[in-house]
């Protein structure tokens, strides 16, 4: 599907905000593109500090969760943390961890076996937990949906504090009216909640652990040294959570990111520091991309491939050498990874051209073979090629079962087709964007077919909307401007980076670079100056569409510094072009 680009038209007094915030008015119609219009968003966006966050008072029954976690290590009961095995899971029970060990509980942490236990808590998990004696249970990033399950924890007699950030499971009927159908759990911590009264709720479960820790560590009468020496690696651990889960970079979670990301970069974790270490990044600046492309797909490698203990183990391990070691493992696991992706996805494209299901709504394969707990990752890179909605399916441990993954575009909402679909389900779960689920191998037809017949979809949400920030001269741009472009990040979900466009431009070929001759450095002109472009597409695909054309194009491109031998200059990357 081709591209269609479309320019922000949304309007406010881009002079008045430059001038009462000392930025470029460019920067000020980025802020507004961004729907940060009142001011004291646009003072959070820009000078926010941890200060600035909301409150973990105000998450519903967060500080009952904290208050009940006193009393089980008052009263000497054994605390069973269970996770989940993705980074945000690995990342939330870590921070669980740390806060209980800290004011001196008896805990543990179980995290589920992808393929043997699937996702979330289950009966075996908690009859484990009775059997070494845990008289608490408390999920993190899992349980909203875990009715069955905690249903037979509190039937042996066991208390249940469950802390999520998923949707709320809900019916509803043939009027419209939806039942919402909690857990019964003793306490259920989740601002997906109805009755939950946060500004902002699109938070990881990390982010919940950390807020309900917060609580615990102040109610424990610790000083705000020791709390302090305690949030630092609980921060990073939300920080990188927070990327990992693909959460909007935008209110509380851009001032963890951005506060997390300083404190990584200077990291005291010695697991971490080791896991930077392999990924070759010990004298680089680690950033969001870096959390989202590098460390946190090594962190889910674990979990995907072998145990996501292994992770939890890593950022747990305070023995440089051992931790070294740890984290070499898991960077060849996350290699082993990627290859193993990239099959997967030539696979699945192969399916679905050789079976003629392009031309459905919803794109639903089944890949015999397929190691399970990268079909997710494969959906992501098949919807990104067709722009359509994408459920990837492979067999399962249980016979006769399959497991899918599904990855959606925006205007599709993903867990509400599933909903409708669930009398054909085993298990399901997730929101708009992503969803996990199994089903009968013999009622995939009818999933597929049912699925496609709900989705609602027209050829116009198959096209890929590219979002211009700003119609921008080339020749505007210079270094002091693009550091003040850098200042709006973290960039990523509700909060990309900055997009550019200028039409009718002289692009003049420089030479081609990297691997294969596929990176192309060309001189980009607009008659009033000229500066340095990147083309890391085709470049020499892209070098004949410009000799066909007269050579002058329309581009898209994002702005940066580049530094070399000591010298920075103003450089941009083309996105696309027509």
């Not at 940060?36 to 820009?46: G, H, M, V």
């Not at 249970?137 to 069955?148: M, V």
């Not at 809900?170 to 259920?188: C, Q």
């Not at 000083?223 to 690696?233: A, G, Q, T």
Request: aromatic share 6%.
């Amino acid at each position: 599907m081709g591209k269609k680009w479309t320019l922000h038209m949304k309007k406010a007094d881009f002079q008045g905000i430059a001038r009462k915030y000392g930025i470029d008015q460019v920067s000020a119609r980025i802020l507004r593109n961004r729907d940060i219009t009142e001011d004291e968003d646009i003072r959070k966006f820009l000078r926010g500090t941890m200060a600035d966050i909301e409150s973990p008072y105000v998450l519903k029954y967060a500080e009952s969760a904290a208050q009940s976690l006193m009393d089980a290590v008052g009263d000497g009961i054994s605390i069973r943390i269970i996770g989940d095995y993705d980074a945000d899971g690995v990342c939330a029970s870590f921070i669980y961890l740390t806060a209980l060990t800290a004011v001196g509980a008896e805990c543990s942490v179980s995290i589920p076996h992808r393929m043997k236990d699937g996702y979330g808590i289950n009966e075996a998990l908690i009859d484990e937990a009775l059997e070494d004696g845990c008289g608490l249970i408390l999920t993190c990033d899992n349980g909203i949906a875990a009715y069955d399950q905690v249903r037979h924890a509190k039937d042996l007699g066991m208390y249940v504090i469950i802390t999520d950030h998923h949707e709320v499971p809900f019916s509803e009927d043939e009027e419209g009216n939806i039942t919402y159908r909690l857990p019964p759990a003793d306490i259920v911590v989740d601002p997906k909640r109805e009755d939950d009264e946060s500004a902002f709720k699109e938070i990881c479960g990390a982010v919940v652990a950390l807020k309900v820790s917060d609580i615990l560590l102040t109610e424990c009468g610790l000083s705000d040294e020791e709390k302090k020496e305690l949030m630092e690696p609980m921060l990073e651990a939300a920080a990188i959570a927070t990327v990992c889960d693909v959460m909007p970079l935008i209110s509380d979670n851009r001032i963890i990111v951005k506060e997390g990301l300083k404190l990584i970069n200077n990291t005291k974790n010695t697991g971490l520091k080791a896991l930077i270490n392999a990924c070759s990044l010990t004298d680089k600046t680690v950033n969001a991309h870096t959390l989202g492309f590098v460390i946190g797909p090594c962190i889910n490698a674990s979990g995907r491939l072998e145990t996501a203990s292994e992770a939890l183990d890593l950022l747990t391990c305070d023995d440089g050498e051992e931790a070294g070691e740890m984290a070499i493992h898991l960077k060849e696991l996350n290699d082993e990874r990627k290859a193993l992706t990239e099959r997967g996805v030539e696979d699945s494209i192969s399916i679905i051209e050789e079976q003629g299901l392009s031309d459905d709504s919803v794109l639903c394969v089944y890949v015999q073979g397929l190691h399970e707990s990268i079909a997710g990752i494969i959906a992501g890179k098949v919807r990104e090629r067709y722009c359509k909605p994408v459920f990837v399916f492979t067999d399962s441990e249980d016979e006769g079962i399959i497991k899918g993954s599904g990855r959606s575009i925006e205007a599709y909402n993903m867990y509400e087709g599933l909903t409708a679909a669930g009398h054909l389900l085993t298990k399901f779960g997730g929101h708009k964007m992503a969803a996990g689920l199994s089903m009968k191998k013999e009622n995939f037809p009818e999933f597929r077919k049912l699925i496609n017949e709900g989705a609602g979809l027209s050829e116009e949400d198959f096209v890929e909307k590219v979002y211009i920030d700003v119609p921008l001269p080339v020749s505007y741009v210079n270094i002091s401007l693009i550091r003040e472009f850098e200042s709006l990040a973290p960039f990523g979900v509700a909060n990309p980076q900055p997009l550019f466009a200028q039409k009718d431009v002289e692009v003049k070929f420089v030479k081609f670079m990297g691997k294969d001759g596929k990176m192309g450095l060309y001189t980009v002109s607009d008659g009033k100056g000229s500066i340095s472009m990147k083309c890391f597409m085709d470049a020499h695909e892209f070098n004949a569409f410009l000799a066909e054309r007269g050579n002058r194009c329309s581009i898209l491109y994002t702005a940066q510094v580049n530094e070399w031998n000591g010298r920075e200059s103003a450089e941009i990357t083309l996105r696309d072009y027509q």
